[in-house]
């Protein structure tokens, strides 16, 4: 299965831009990925999603590299209730057997 | 529109009872998924639901069964419960199959202790 990886906990002060970045070296051609957050005592909450192109939507961006073996979720200004684990996931053809969620990165956002 | 709606919230067993968790997914929404999640193995797939039929299963013992219902709503149960099932369950539903492009939308979870 294709696999993640993400840095354990990242640090961030409020009204700043966060840049959460995710290493996936054996993406093949056609796995989307997905970027999903859990708050504190919540499930996890769909974030964005991409296949090549940068993405963006009202809570983030994302960007994807030319060779597709990195992506990084921007959020452009940190807010408290950004705080939160950050899933980095490939969906490979297939369905949700291939949906593997990773360790995360827990981030943390100073006041 | 309501998100998926998972109950009980909370569940307190014991070791060799049995348990059923239920999902009601977003209206209009076909697919139900369902996963484990502790804190020693992270968020793992039990297995997914569309059109009243399991169309994938993750790696757990035959213990952990479910079915969906003509209105999508699904039930999970896990019967001869060991204290390794403790955990937050958690559900999610999609508009469509769960595939490449499509978005997940969970519950808050049921946590379960088995005692």
């Known amino acids: 299965d294709a696999k993640t990886t993400q840095p354990n906990s990242m640090e961030s002060n409020e009204e700043e831009p966060v840049h959460l970045p995710c290493n996936h070296s054996?993406?093949?051609?056609?796995?989307?990925i997905h970027w999903y957050r859990q708050l504190p005592s919540q499930g996890p909450e769909y974030v964005i999603h991409?296949?090549?192109s940068n993405v963006n939507n009202r809570m983030a961006s994302l960007a994807i590299a030319e060779d597709r073996k990195s992506s990084t979720l921007i959020l452009h200004r940190a807010t408290l209730r950004d705080a939160a684990v950050y899933y980095c996931?490939?969906?490979?053809?297939?369905?949700?057997?291939?949906?593997?969620f990773g360790k995360g990165t827990k981030l943390t956002v100073n006041p | 529109k309501a998100g998926v709606t998972q109950t009980p919230r909370y569940l307190i067993k014991t070791r060799g009872q049995q348990v059923t968790l239920s999902c009601s997914p977003i209206?209009?929404?076909?697919?139900v998924s369902w996963y484990q999640q502790t804190p020693g193995q992270g968020l793992q797939f039990l297995f997914e639901?569309?059109?009243?039929?399991?169309?994938n299963k993750g790696n757990f013992p035959g213990r952990f069964s479910g079915r969906q219902f003509s209105n999508s709503r699904s039930e999970m149960n896990v019967s001869t419960l060991e204290l390794g099932d403790s955990a937050l369950y958690l559900c999610?539903?999609?508009?469509?199959?769960?595939?490449?492009?499509?978005?997940?939308?969970f519950g808050s979870g049921t946590q379960l202790s088995v005692l």
């Open positions: 999610a539903s999609s508009l469509d199959a769960h595939g490449r492009n499509e978005k997940l939308f």
């Open positions: 054996t993406i093949s051609g056609t796995d989307y």
């Open positions: 991409g296949l090549t």
């Open positions: 996931i490939l969906l490979t053809q297939g369905g949700s057997e291939k949906l593997v």
């Open positions: 209206s209009g929404h076909r697919s």
């Open positions: 639901y569309f059109s009243e039929t399991q169309r």
